[in-house]
């Protein structure tokens, strides 16, 4: 069965500084990893997604994150955070070995805030 | 505008007394799914469906019903609702084209049961 954890509930970063949200995963085969983020009342937005290929994957406002086949982690990354960038962050991973569907599963959501 | 929409955003309701959430896409998308987010435990799949007709359960199905009649509704229906299912609900499609396609999401419902 394939897993994806987040392990820190909440990171909190100084704007300007960088910033990472870490995520690691467990499948049976290749996986396919995504990142998304959930502003306030509002629904899942898709940041980035690892396909194959390079291991940093750039996304939507600046974002990036690493792919670490070894460590199998998927940490999301930004160089200089903004206010802006608090939102909650979610990592998911569709396994392709999980039938027709290839059914995705979420972590548990790591809350970022960004402090001025 | 490419979207997925829900209604109602918001709803109180009472034990028992059966509701339905809608869900539309316009993005003549294949795969819908509904998911149930709660503090902790993240996102958790309720239903999905591949195409019309086409339903499955998820991860967390008991206690909820969908139907997939028309491509772009899929409706997700509380027929006795409990307070164990006062959460917030997301429904979510994507083409079934390659399995490396994101999911778009609707803006989420949030229910409460008392």
């Known amino acids: 069965a394939q897993s994806v954890a987040q392990p820190e509930d909440q990171v909190n970063v100084a704007e300007g500084n960088p910033l990472t949200v870490k995520c690691t995963y467990s499948v049976s085969g290749n996986p396919y990893l995504f990142w998304y983020v959930q502003y306030p009342n509002r629904g899942l937005q898709f940041l980035l997604k690892?396909?194959?290929?390079?291991?940093l994957v750039k996304g939507s406002y600046g974002f990036e994150a690493e792919f670490n086949k070894s460590q199998t982690s998927f940490h999301l990354k930004k160089p200089s955070a903004l206010v802006s960038d608090s939102a909650l962050y979610f990592c998911?991973?569709?396994?392709?070995?999980?039938?027709?569907?290839?059914?995705?599963?979420f972590g548990t959501g790591t809350k970022l805030q960004v402090i001025p | 505008e490419a979207q997925v929409t829900q209604n109602p955003r918001y709803l109180i309701t009472v034990t028992g007394k059966k509701l339905t959430v809608t869900c539309s896409q316009n993005m003549n998308h294949e795969y819908m799914s509904w998911y149930r987010q709660d503090p902790g435990l993240g996102l958790r799949q309720i239903y999905y469906?591949?195409?019309?007709?086409?339903?499955d359960k998820g991860d967390v199905p008991e206690g909820y019903k969908v139907s997939r009649k028309e491509k772009r509704n899929f409706p997700l229906i509380l027929e006795s609702p409990s307070p164990n299912q006062t959460s917030l609900y997301f429904c979510?499609?994507?083409?079934?084209?390659?399995?490396?396609?994101?999911?778009?999401f609707g803006p989420g419902t949030r229910l409460t049961v008392t």
């Open positions: 979510a499609s994507r083409s079934q084209g390659d399995p490396w396609n994101e999911q778009y």
């Open positions: 998911a991973v569709r396994d392709l070995n999980s039938g027709g569907y290839q059914k995705v599963t």
């Open positions: 690892y396909i194959t290929g390079d291991n």
């Open positions: 469906s591949m195409n019309v007709e086409v339903t």
